[in-house]
């Protein structure tokens, strides 16, 4: 029972980084059906950056997370503009390339400017453990959790309470009805890759003060399993997705725990191809009858 007890607590640190880069998955499919590949890569920028700063600049946690969650933000609108948005109204396949090409231009990029090495992120807080009878957390834990929450309740809160919310909301159901009324379809999905790059920065800092390592790479595979994770949860659907990412991350530790950690990474491609068959709109998604 305490084994059970200690996976769930990793579980849960683990499933809200994966839900934060899966809300970026999930916005920008909701706007502009497109998942953009390379937000695995944005997660990979905010880890360096914090990195950087850190290092350099001596900034503590809570400006380092700032700092890379502004500084992903702006990466997220410059990728859009140049990347995306002159394909907008190409077939769905070249914005897909796209997003795969720009993410190899980052991880590829940053292998050749600062070396393909891992770095050992610097530790920022100093490392305090909890008991509770047999379980064990500790200080970063419960940080990661509570700041990924914090987080995700404000994006929520975003999405449903304010003017520029209001809009994304309406581009995701009809563009077209959107721009008629007044709405800048442009800026609002700028807006939307600059929420969802933020949360990806803030994940990234936050994964490299859990590991205590960092490196170009990074990004590619916590990317993939976030995307699986919002698909789980039902893509374009924001509570959908943070669903995914914690039980994704709870599966993860489940198989770490019975002895299966070398099939970790198939255990999760095996949900993603399970869902698609069983239930593809995911765990809170909808079917939608689409005329012909």
């Known amino acids: 029972m305490s084994t059970v007890l200690q996976q769930l607590v990793n579980g849960l640190s683990l499933g809200s980084i994966y839900a934060l880069l899966a809300l970026g998955y999930t916005m920008v499919y909701g706007i ?104 064990s957390i500790s200080n970063i834990q419960i940080l990661i959790l509570v700041v990924s929450i914090v987080l995700m309740i404000l994006l929520q809160l975003i999405v449903q309470r304010t003017k520029m919310g209001k809009a994304m909301r309406a581009v995701s159901v009809d563009p077209d009805a959107a721009q008629l009324i007044g709405i800048n379809i442009d800026r609002t999905i700028s807006f939307t890759f600059a929420l969802g790059s933020a949360m990806a920065g803030a994940a990234g800092v936050l994964i490299g003060l859990y590991y205590n390592s960092i490196d170009p790479l990074m990004g590619m595979t916590p990317g993939i399993k976030a995307f699986v994770a919002a698909v789980l949860g039902g893509i374009g659907l924001i509570p959908g997705a943070a669903i995914g990412g914690f039980v994704i991350g709870l599966l993860e530790t489940l198989m770490q725990s019975i002895g299966f950690s070398a099939y970790k990474d198939a255990a999760v491609y095996a949900v993603l191809i399970i869902i698609l068959l069983i239930k593809p709109a995911g765990i809170l998604g909808k079917k939608i009858k689409e005329k012909v």
């Not at 190409?90 to 796209?98: E, Q």
């Not at 891992?118 to 453990?129: E, G, I, L, N, Y």
Request: proline share 3%; hydrophobic share 55%; aromatic share 16%.
């Open 32 to 135: 502009i059906k497109l998942i953009n590949f390379a937000h695995g890569d944005i997660y990979m920028l905010g880890a360096f950056w914090g990195y950087y700063v850190i290092n350099q600049l001596h900034f503590n946690f809570w400006l380092a997370l700032a700092s890379s969650m502004l500084f992903c933000a702006l990466v997220g609108v410059v990728i859009e503009y140049l990347a995306y948005r002159p394909l907008r109204n190409s077939p769905r396949i070249a914005a897909l390339i796209t997003a795969i090409g720009v993410s190899f231009l980052l991880e590829n990029g940053m292998a050749y400017m600062f070396s393909s090495n891992v770095r050992s992120f610097p530790q920022v807080m100093k490392v305090t453990q909890y008991h509770l009878g047999s379980v």
